[in-house]
């Protein structure tokens, strides 16, 4: 059984600054692709960021020079480090896991998922 879980959400002003992080269970982090993506309220789950193995990363356009994703394969943990906070960055955000390393940022391409963690961004 894999299990994910986030932390680091909360509130936070326009322009602050938040920390996620993603803790995998046993096995699971190895060799695998991690990702966040993120859900607002009346919207679709959206891509945001994912890092390979090698620690690779890859963003979608509207977070690229604010957010960074990072792992620590000793500590199986992946983190999203979110600056220059918008509103329009107000979203439960979900880790998951690829396990297959498979191509592509789409959901379906991720095995596992967390239960996801609330930011929401003040203006």
């Known amino acids: 059984q894999v299990q994910l879980v986030e932390s680091g959400g909360g509130l936070v002003q326009a322009g602050g600054s938040l920390r996620l992080s993603c803790a995998a269970s046993g096995r699971a982090f190895g060799g695998s692709r991690m990702g966040w993506f993120r859900q607002a309220p009346g919207k679709e789950r959206e891509f945001v960021a994912a890092i390979k193995w090698s620690g690779y990363p890859s963003y979608a356009d509207s977070v690229k020079g604010r957010f960074t994703i990072s792992r620590d394969n000793t500590a199986n943990t992946a983190y999203l480090q979110m600056n220059t906070l918008k509103p329009e960055d107000t979203a439960v955000y979900y880790c998951?896991?690829?396990?297959?390393?498979?191509?592509?940022?789409?959901?379906?391409?991720?095995?596992?998922w967390g239960q996801g963690t609330q930011v929401t961004v003040s203006s």
């Open positions: 998951a896991i690829d396990r297959q390393n498979r191509i592509g940022n789409m959901g379906s391409a991720f095995d596992y």
